[in-house]
């Protein structure tokens, strides 16, 4: 078996591919050394699909948080095939960056340590550069989000919030803070009610702030799928929601979980947007590490603040 061998032909998903490649390395560090950078390649060619994938508008009809999961290893896939293919060099490359400092008697068999501490490094950069562009490419997404939300400050908006402002100012009387954060908070959650939560036949949930269904919750309930967020990293998983039988139900039960738990304490009485929102993410009220910079600008954007007096 070739080494190349070893990647082409697997599911990119396959978990034994880091143990097949540390043992490569002890049998024929050499080897080992181009099947670690061949595996590199993928990951720079995986985050280059990545990128082109952000810059391209992802709000079709036939677009989904399932679909986007589907894609992404379809590309990791499609990134590990082309490395496999040996053709494009930037594995020569990285091979070169991997052996640079490896001091051995033997320069054309680097050590596993040497190989490993080397892996690691290069780990490290990839990682970091990814990481720096993911967080650029959501920062562009959010500014061009808010700039879209602006310019489109009209009927649907308006229509949101006539809809449930009475059922807002009476949740928000019981927590002691302006309807408007309410109102902004359930705008984020169901996409200004465009993306209010389904019952399994298709009726509505009336459940505009993403309440999940726990053990005490005894009313009625549907399972969709979702974004959760550990460590940072976006994951799909189903999750069970409530269902209410309207909207005033819903903004009272939100307005019961928010009284009834200690830890949403800091939130109860606050009067300023940002701190409002940063309160509800520091209680942990979502995974989101960005939720609560995208509740603030609902909050105190021209979006809201039009809707409102219109």
């Not at 036939?62 to 494009?88: E, H, P, V, W, Y």
């Not at 550069?129 to 500014?143: F, G, L, M, N, P």
């Not at 974004?227 to 409530?242: C, D, H, L, P």
Request: glycine content about 10%; overall charge neutral; proline content about 2%.
């Amino acid at each position: 078996m070739k080494a190349s061998d070893l990647d082409a032909n697997r599911f990119v998903l396959d978990v034994k591919v880091a143990g097949d490649l540390r043992n490569k390395l002890k049998q024929d560090p050499q080897g080992g050394l181009k099947q670690a950078a061949q595996q590199f390649e993928g990951m720079l060619l995986q985050m280059m699909l990545k990128s082109m994938r952000d810059a391209t508008p992802q709000d079709g009809v036939l677009d989904s948080d399932q679909t986007r999961f589907f894609t992404s290893i379809m590309d990791q896939q499609l990134a590990q095939n082309l490395s496999a293919q040996g053709k494009l060099g930037f594995a020569k490359m990285i091979e070169k960056q991997l052996g640079r400092g490896m001091a051995s008697t033997d320069a054309t068999s680097p050590t596993t340590s040497q190989v490993d501490a080397s892996l690691e490094t290069l780990q490290q950069v990839l990682l970091a550069r990814q990481a720096a562009k993911t967080a650029a490419a959501a920062a562009a997404r959010e500014a061009t989000a808010t700039a879209d939300a602006g310019t489109t400050a009209g009927g649907d908006s308006r229509e949101f919030v006539n809809k449930i402002w009475s059922q807002a100012q009476a949740a928000a009387a019981a927590l002691g803070v302006p309807a408007q954060f309410l109102v902004a908070q359930a705008a984020l959650e169901s996409g200004w009610g465009k993306s209010e939560i389904r019952a399994a036949d298709g009726s509505p949930s009336y459940n505009l702030f993403g309440v999940k269904a726990g053990r005490g919750w005894q009313g009625a309930t549907t399972e969709v799928q979702t974004t959760e967020y550990v460590n940072g990293v976006a994951q799909t998983s189903r999750e069970k929601f409530r269902v209410y039988g309207s909207y005033a139900e819903a903004f009272n039960d939100y307005a019961s979980v928010l009284r009834g738990s200690s830890r949403f304490a800091g939130v109860l009485g606050q009067q300023d947007g940002t701190r409002f929102a940063s309160a509800l993410q520091g209680a942990g009220y979502a995974t989101d590490p960005m939720y609560a910079d995208k509740l603030s600008r609902i909050i105190n954007g021209s979006t809201l603040r039009q809707a409102l007096v219109g």
